[in-house]
């Protein structure tokens, strides 16, 4: 089945740091999502992405649709303690008509004290 | 707040035993979705559900089943509880399946911790 490699698995940075993740697919999708996660919760989308070459922010954050549809990735500027959790992309693949997610592994963002 | 009501939160069993957990979804989303998280890793699809009827199964063990009420609501029933089956599991809902106007988000609760002793 299709799989979503997503890097780098962890992150150990400094406040204040940028940070940036992605993932990448051998298949193309529809819809790319960014969610995270703090410990003992479910996940929050964060930014959801529709178009090939699509930019999107939220507040700190940016993601972009890559424009072969096959990648994505999440950038996160100024890093602060609350920016620790671990970081899921997620894909729709086309062919999916019951919103079958295809999930990255995560990314765990850690900050150094 | 996701909108997604999840209970319980936490439950401790024994060995053997079922257990059941209940979604609400988000007022107005027809699917329903189960997931299972075992310590630090990813998450794992056991399940959907659209307007009641069963839509698609991933991982799901066949001591694990699930079912879609006339209101939406949604519970998973695990039984013959084993240590492994220890995880946090989590309810998502969306709009529905894919057509015009539906993003195919899905919003998460806040899970239910199953410690099985």
């Known amino acids: 089945g299709q799989q979503l490699n997503q890097s780098p698995q962890s992150m150990f940075i400094q406040e204040g740091e940028d940070v940036s993740m992605n993932c990448t697919s051998s298949?193309?999708?529809?819809?790319w999502l960014w969610y995270k996660q703090d410990p003992g919760e479910g996940p929050v989308l964060l930014i959801a992405?529709?178009?090939a070459g699509e930019l999107t922010s939220n507040g700190r954050l940016t993601a972009q649709f890559g424009i072969t549809r096959k990648d994505s990735f999440l950038n996160i500027s100024a890093s602060i303690p609350s920016d620790v959790g671990i970081y899921f992309c997620?894909?729709?693949?086309?062919?999916?008509?019951?919103?079958?997610?295809?999930w990255g592994a995560g990314t765990k963002l850690i900050i150094k004290p | 707040d996701s909108g997604v009501t999840q209970t319980p939160k936490h439950l401790i069993t024994a060995t053997g035993q079922r257990v059941t957990l209940r979604c609400s979804p988000r007022?107005?989303?027809?699917?329903v979705y189960w997931y299972q998280q075992s310590l630090d890793q990813g998450l794992q699809f056991l399940i959907q559900?659209?307007?009641?009827?069963?839509?698609a199964k991933g991982n799901i063990l066949e001591r694990f089943s699930a079912q879609q009420f006339p209101d939406l609501h949604s519970e998973l029933n695990l039984s013959s509880l084993e240590l492994g089956d220890s995880a946090l599991y989590f309810c998502?809902?969306?709009?529905?399946?894919?057509?015009?106007?539906?993003?195919?988000?899905?919003?998460f609760g806040e899970g239910s911790r199953l410690t099985v002793l």
């Open positions: 998502a809902s969306s709009a529905g399946l894919a057509g015009v106007g539906i993003t195919g988000e899905l919003f």
């Open positions: 007022s107005g989303d027809l699917s």
């Open positions: 559900y659209y307007n009641g009827e069963e839509r």
């Open positions: 298949s193309i999708f529809n819809t």
């Open positions: 992405l529709y178009k």
């Open positions: 997620a894909g729709r693949p086309p062919s999916d008509f019951n919103y079958q997610l295809i």
